[in-house]
């Protein structure tokens, strides 16, 4: 009996008080008048754990409730807080995917806040909208962040408008060069100047002649290569269809 309760005493220490009880409890004990005071110890032992494991489910309810309340309000510092002050011990899952989680947002935040401050201060603006977004999922109360996504967005699309503009004009530019060269059964030519945009964006009349001039360049081939077996064979009268 008194080497359960010692186990238990440090178990309990642990706060591993479901393996306190069960310790407690598994012990099989003859029915002896001598044992009576020893037995009385245990039973009140185990009893006490059992309230105490009650009382710290109740915290743990409580703890787990109030931090997520401060997730809500993004105070990732204190959920952390009040989720570490329950032991290890008696984490359950829940409890513990939940801590990491407050941790790893809490850790994420200034790391974010830096590299958006070196991004401004170098003026490298490509891909920052993604990071603010991040932040601001972190911290959704920052009035400066609100702002500087705006603007960012605001930048985005102009710089999109302006993509958009200078491919608009290199596809018409290559326009004019395959139309040149279509003109001049150059079909090859007016295919180069065109196919690089064959999936940005043509237009109807753009995709017209690069699918016209690849048509086109097809069929002379043949006829070129009809025209060099009639050559071979010296049959010359047949050639005139394919030469016309």
Not at 225 to 244: A, C, D, H, M
Request: net charge neutral.
């Amino acid at each position: 009996i008194y080497e359960r309760l010692n186990l238990a005493n440090s178990l309990v220490k642990e706060y591993r008080l479901q393996k306190a009880i069960d310790v407690l409890s598994d012990l099989q004990i003859v029915s002896d008048s001598r044992l009576k005071d020893d037995v009385e110890q245990l039973e009140t032992a185990k009893s006490e754990i059992l309230n105490e494991q009650e009382a710290w489910k109740e915290k743990c309810s409580s703890s787990l409730i109030d931090a997520n309340k401060f997730c809500s309000d993004a105070r990732w510092s204190d959920a952390v807080e009040i989720l570490q002050s329950i032991p290890a011990g008696l984490r359950t899952q829940e409890i513990q995917d939940h801590l990491d989680q407050c941790q790893q947002k809490r850790d994420r935040l200034p790391l974010l806040r830096k590299e958006i401050q070196a991004a401004i201060r170098t003026k490298s603006f490509d891909g920052l909208s993604s990071k603010v977004t991040e932040y601001l999922s972190l911290a959704p109360s920052d009035a400066q962040a609100k702002k500087l996504l705006q603007q960012l967005h605001v930048r985005e699309e102009k710089v999109s408008a302006a993509k958009r503009e200078q491919k608009a004009a290199a596809i018409a530019d290559s326009y004019r060069v395959a139309k040149l060269a279509y003109d001049k059964f150059q079909y090859q030519e007016a295919i180069g100047a065109l196919s690089a945009f064959e999936f940005e964006g043509m237009d109807e009349k753009a995709n017209w002649l690069l699918q016209t001039s690849r048509t086109k360049l097809k069929r002379s081939r043949e006829l070129l290569l009809q025209i060099n077996k009639g050559v071979s064979r010296k049959q010359t009268r047949e050639l005139l269809p394919f030469i016309e």
